[in-house]
Nanobody, 122 residues
Framework: LIQLVESGGGSVQAGGSLRLSCVVS????????MGWFRQAPGKEREGVAA???????RCAESVKGQFTTSKDNAKNILYLQMNSLKPEDTAVYYC????????????????WGQGTQVTVSS
């Protein structure tokens, strides 16, 4: 059973940066697609960034040039570096994993973390 635990959220002023971490445990030898998602109050959950086993990444158009995802395979940690944060980036951020090792931002991931709150003030 794969478990995901996010950390690194918090409150920041507009223009600031945060780096979210997602510690992954329970890996098997299978390859996984890992993703970051967010859900703002009153809105649907949306994909933000994803990374697959060969290191290829994809970001949503809304955060291109602003957010970057990466992973440390030795430590089993997924990262989301968020720069130039805006109030509209305020949301609960989730990491997710799925054994279908295809780069995508849809919600069809099997394993999900509990989320970490990011609040950006103007």
């Amino acid at each position: 059973l794969i478990q995901l635990v996010e950390s690194g959220g918090g409150s920041v002023q507009a223009g600031g940066s945060l780096r979210l971490s997602c510690v992954v445990s329970g890996y098997t030898s299978m390859r996984y697609c890992m993703g970051w998602f967010r859900q703002a109050p009153g809105k649907e959950r949306e994909g933000v960034a994803a990374i697959v086993s060969d290191g290829s990444t994809r970001c949503a158009e809304s955060v291109k040039g602003q957010f970057t995802t990466s992973k440390d395979n030795a430590k089993n940690i997924l990262y989301l570096q968020m720069n130039s944060l805006k109030p509209e980036d305020t949301a609960v951020y989730y990491c997710a994993a799925d054994s279908w090792d295809i780069l995508r931002l849809g919600l069809d991931y099997e394993y999900w973390g509990q989320g970490t709150q990011v609040t950006v003030s103007s």
